[in-house]
């Protein structure tokens, strides 16, 4: 909170030079003009490979009618991926110095990302996470440290916080060595398991003192991710056309998949971003489930560009599975990352018949999976005119606004 709050630093990204050390006290969360640094939006970037290597074994599995072993997969490595993400953004939110020491531990934190990355196909193919395991290792190292120094130059309950976060992560790191030790078919009860005590980690660090993220800050982190996700989702929906184009003559098939495609992704940039949501981050209660809701906004976000590689797939013959089945793989995330955004945010801006629009245009995309080799361009189509009717209803109710605040001041 803010009483607790002490001056940011200064240094690049903060309007000065980077000095070798300095002291790792909490910044403001009412420091004006809170953006991203650029170490935060390089970091970002590494993110794209693990994404990516994500949803070619996601789309390789769908596109073989393997549902559950890809569902399944996808979703464990993605929250990998998600949780490492969060750990850095919100501590850098909080704790960052932009000196040379903090620069060289976030580039630490980036050399596991890698390896995290590195190891997803084997998690996906094999059930094997010992890369992406050693991944974390090299990342929570990083981030222990991080927290240490934090804990070093803070005093009383703020250092309790500092030093509850540095256990809390450690022990959850050797939790996960039940990846590599036990068998099979235990380890997806053990990731239930640990991914609750993961998530459980900052609510029991902060149950005394609050980390003083900045909320303009956090929102545009967020902002930021959701559009290397939706860059990632073009790059793999463009790469599946190309390679249909390569090998086949159907564009006939493929043009309203990629027409569809390209208005899931334009409106889906659309909904997110037309309501400020640092708004809504008053406190930590409500910023701990708007963060973690996002891991369904992401995680939806990103399997879209990968359905709709698969109903390139299917399109063109190459995937084992029927139209319908292919058209789910695109409507199911689609209709999933529309009603998440909606629940997380976008409600809470609208009135009246604005409150429906997104819900609706949901369960109107998932009806359009019926809609056989047009499902995608249908899907697209209704996503599309969710983002038309959503202005207009905006922008009636802001003339209704404005006229009767006329009407009160005559």
């Not at 040379?100 to 890698?114: A, D, E, F, P």
């Not at 790191?173 to 459980?200: C, I, K, N, T, Y």
């Not at 909320?215 to 073009?234: D, K, M, N, Q, S």
């Not at 996002?294 to 390139?312: D, N, P, Q, R």
Request: proline fraction near 3%; charged fraction near 15%; include cysteine.
């Amino acid at each position: 909170m803010s009483e607790h709050s002490r001056s940011g630093p200064s240094g690049p990204g903060h309007g000065g030079t980077a000095a070798p050390l300095r002291p790792m006290t909490a910044r403001s969360r009412d420091e004006a003009h809170r953006a991203a640094t650029p170490l935060e939006l390089f970091f970002d970037l590494v993110f794209v490979v693990a994404i990516a290597q994500a949803g070619v074994s996601l789309a390789h599995a769908l596109a073989e009618g393997h549902y559950a072993h890809g569902v399944v997969g996808y979703v464990t490595v993605f929250f990998a991926i998600w949780w490492a993400w969060m750990n850095f953004s919100w501590f850098a939110s909080a704790y960052d110095t932009d000196d040379v020491l903090y620069r060289v531990t976030t580039l630490v934190q980036m050399t596991g990302v890698l390896i995290l990355a590195a190891g997803v196909a084997r998690a996906f193919d094999d059930n094997d996470f010992a890369l992406i395991w050693f991944g974390y290792l090299v990342m929570r190292i990083a981030l222990v440290s991080q927290w240490l120094r934090s804990a070093r130059w803070a005093r009383g309950a703020e250092r309790g916080m500092a030093l509850r976060y540095a256990t809390g992560v450690t022990a959850c790191q050797l939790g996960w060595l039940g990846l590599l030790l036990l068998p099979d078919h235990a380890r997806p009860w053990l990731f239930l398991v640990m991914a609750l005590l993961e998530l459980s980690v900052p609510m029991w660090a902060e149950r005394k003192w609050q980390t003083t993220w900045h909320p303009h800050h956090i929102a545009e982190r967020y902002g930021l991710f959701i559009i290397i996700v939706l860059g990632e989702t073009v790059l793999a929906a463009t790469a599946g056309v190309r390679v249909a184009v390569d090998e086949s003559d159907e564009l006939g098939h493929l043009l309203p998949i990629a027409g569809g495609g390209l208005l899931i992704i334009f409106s889906a940039w659309w909904i997110y971003f037309v309501v400020p949501a640092h708004e809504r981050l008053t406190s930590n209660r409500v910023a701990f489930l708007w963060g973690y809701g996002h891991y369904l906004v992401f995680g939806s976000a990103a399997a879209i560009g990968t359905g709709i590689e698969v109903t390139v797939e299917e399109a063109i013959g190459k995937a084992h599975i029927s139209t319908e089945a292919a058209s789910l793989t695109v409507t199911i995330p689609t209709a999933l990352y529309l009603f998440t955004v909606w629940l997380l945010h976008a409600r809470f801006s609208k009135r009246g018949i604005g409150q429906a629009i997104l819900p609706v245009t949901a369960v109107l995309v998932l009806a359009c999976t019926f809609g056989g080799r047009a499902a995608v361009l249908l899907a697209g189509v209704v996503s599309a005119v969710s983002v038309v009717a959503g202005v207009m209803v905006s922008t009636r109710q802001a003339r209704a606004g404005m006229d009767r605040r006329e009407q009160e001041t005559v």
